[in-house]
């Protein structure tokens, strides 16, 4: 090291400045993709509570709708683009191209100044590169970071898998994360098991294949798991909450989560998935953007392949 002892100056704090969401022009109701793998609406609405998602057309690539997104948040938070120090996305869908998302989206937002990188941490990749951008933020290394979720899982799938052509569905959902005299973005809990990686995977094809019924155990015990350590390394408990806004996955997943956890009348529960289907790490800041009038601690969870998991509260801004 050149310098012995580098200045840098950190922060006691970060906070979420402004959330936003961009929603796809093109909504797909059940009876489209039922039609396809032998279904039913009443089928999908019992199993996963899904009614419509959003499907991107051929202009609205995962760049496009993540630029979408970053820039209304950016606008939300009174930042001007050339003062952002990073991008995150946080993906597992962008591909066919050499360049990770995130250069292209910094590109597309006019942050010129930005470092700009991916995370992959499937359906987790939300409240990881959340956790990371925290760090960035509190150590020094960043000022104002750009956090985008965005997935165009259409790309991904297989329209006539009956396991999976019916959840997910495409968009993207951004924060603008800053410095904070206090931290409202609290202690991350999570983890990873790759020795179970095989229930929730690409094909050869690079296709997602998932055996559902498997992840959706894994996931009915891991949330609720997982939720009440963030709580407790928060230093709060369940009934301080405003809202639990935990992945998009299944709104039965969500309900198990929210019943486990003893979630009283006056906490809003994310429902975003009833009208957007599964948007993989798109699917936390979107349900966010979906509850504008909610301030106050919030619990975020996410969980997906890997199979990965993590969770913080937040203080919704
Ligand atoms: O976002 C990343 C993390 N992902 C998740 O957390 C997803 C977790 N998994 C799930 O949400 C659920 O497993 C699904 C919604 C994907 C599927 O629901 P399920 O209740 O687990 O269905 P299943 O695969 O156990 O199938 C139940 C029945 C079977 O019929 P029998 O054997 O009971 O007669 C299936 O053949 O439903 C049948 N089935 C279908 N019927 C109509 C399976 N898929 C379909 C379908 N339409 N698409």
């Known amino acids: 090291m050149v310098n012995p002892s580098p200045q840098r100056t950190g922060h006691v704090g970060s906070r979420i400045l402004s959330v936003a969401s961009y929603r796809p022009r093109t909504e797909v109701g059940n009876e489209t993709i039922a039609a396809l793998i032998d ?5 999908i609405r019992r199993r996963c509570g899904i009614e419509s998602r959003r499907r991107a057309a051929p202009d609205e690539d995962l760049v496009t709708m993540a630029a979408a997104a970053g820039s209304k948040a950016l606008a939300g938070a009174g930042i001007d683009p ?6 995150l996305v946080a993906t597992m869908s962008h591909r066919g191209r050499a360049t990770t ?4 989206v910094a590109d597309a937002l006019g942050a010129t100044a930005a470092a700009a990188m991916d995370l992959g941490a499937a359906c987790a990749g939300f409240p990881y590169a959340l956790a990371t951008a925290d760090a960035l933020v509190r150590s020094g290394a960043a000022g104002y970071v750009v956090l985008v979720g965005a997935e165009r899982m259409t ?5 006539r898998d009956r396991g999976t052509a019916f959840l997910f569905g495409d968009g993207a959902g951004a924060v603008v994360v800053g410095p904070a005299e206090t931290c409202e973005i609290g202690p991350v809990v999570w983890g990873a098991d790759g020795s179970r990686s095989e229930v929730l995977r690409y094909d050869e094809a690079g296709i997602l294949r998932m055996v559902g019924p498997e992840v959706f155990r894994w996931a009915t015990s891991v949330v609720p798991d997982v939720a009440r350590r963030a709580l407790d390394a928060a230093g709060i408990s369940a009934s301080d909450l405003a809202a639990f806004i935990p992945h998009q996955a299944n709104l ?5 989560a929210a019943k486990a956890l003893g979630l009283g009348p006056h906490v809003r529960v994310a429902t975003d998935i009833i009208t957007n289907g599964n948007t993989g790490a798109a699917s936390i800041p979107q349900a966010m953007a979906a509850l504008p009038d909610t301030t106050g601690p919030a619990l975020l969870v996410g969980f997906g392949a890997g199979l990965s998991y993590a969770a913080q509260v937040v203080t919704l801004p």
Do not use: G, K, N
Request: glycine share 0%; hydrophobic share 45%.
């Open 39 to 43: 279904s039913s609406d009443e089928w």
């Open 155 to 159: 790309d991904i799938i297989d329209e």
């Open 101 to 104: 998302a995130a250069p292209l």
């Open 252 to 256: 039965r997943i969500t309900s198990v």
């Open 82 to 87: 050339r003062d952002v120090s990073a991008v």
